[in-house]
């Protein structure tokens, strides 16, 4: 019963570099989405994919890129790391948008930019 | 723009005292408010989920509660345990394009002290 699986735990970039944060859900998942959560500031929306092929932006959306090809796998891509991408970052997927759907997340990957 | 606050910060307690824990938002067009807890270097576990017609939700020794009309949610942990010491974080549920926004708070750190 793995849930929402995210990848790596840990990552440290230099500035100026690429990667992309893996996500995957097993629970058949519609909706899904990637948070950054910085110290004392709440987690901040960056993107979001309400079902395969259709992503939209959060709060937060620049310096970063996202692709949802599959039900299951969110991918997230980060161009040209800066400092201020240094954060953790959680995925979470839920089934639908009802009143009574309720978020899952991953455990996150903690980003250094240096 | 919803905003979601948390109040207290932080809060430390002797084991068996029953608390509560506060979130207040400012848009009351909500689906849902979910409460949160998290673990040091973990992702966010869902504790209780009140949808917008609902006003209060059980499980175990915690009780939400939910006042849409003034923006406010209530978190109570009865005999609290040292296994309670975490992060509580609340989040409201809104429409947002095709699917819903969830927005945060801040946090409330819990020690519960032996």
């Known amino acids: 019963n793995a849930g929402v699986t995210q990848t790596p735990k840990f990552r440290i970039l230099k500035i100026g570099q690429s990667m992309t944060l893996q996500c995957a859900q097993d629970?058949?998942?519609?909706?899904m989405y990637w948070y950054r959560q910085d110290p004392g500031m709440g987690l901040k929306l960056i993107y979001y994919?309400?079902?395969?092929?259709?992503?939209d932006k959060g709060e937060v959306p620049n310096g970063y890129n996202v692709s949802r090809s599959t039900t299951e796998d969110f991918p997230l891509r980060l161009e040209l790391a800066a400092p201020s991408q240094t954060s953790v970052y959680f995925c979470?997927?839920?089934?639908?948008?009802?009143?009574?759907?309720?978020?899952?997340f991953g455990n996150g990957t903690r980003l250094t930019v240096t | 723009k919803q905003e979601v606050t948390q109040i207290p910060a932080a809060l430390s307690v002797p084991e068996g005292e029953n608390l509560v824990l506060n979130c207040s938002f400012t848009?009351?067009?909500?689906?849902?408010l979910q409460w949160f807890r998290q673990d040091p270097g973990k992702g966010l576990t869902s504790l209780l989920l009140?949808?917008?017609?609902?006003r209060e939700q059980t499980s175990g020794r915690l009780n939400a509660s939910l006042d849409k009309s003034s923006g406010r949610s209530t978190l109570y942990i009865a005999a609290s345990q040292p296994g309670d010491s975490a992060t509580y974080l609340c989040?409201?549920?809104?429409?947002?394009?095709?699917?819903?926004?969830?927005?945060f708070g801040p946090g409330t750190r819990l020690s519960v002290l032996p």
């Open positions: 979470a997927s839920s089934y639908s948008d009802s009143y009574d759907s309720p978020l899952h």
């Open positions: 629970m058949n998942h519609n909706y």
């Open positions: 994919s309400v079902g395969a092929g259709i992503t």
């Open positions: 848009d009351s067009a909500i689906y849902n």
């Open positions: 009140i949808q917008s017609s609902q």
């Open positions: 989040a409201v549920s809104e429409p947002k394009g095709g699917g819903q926004n969830f927005v």
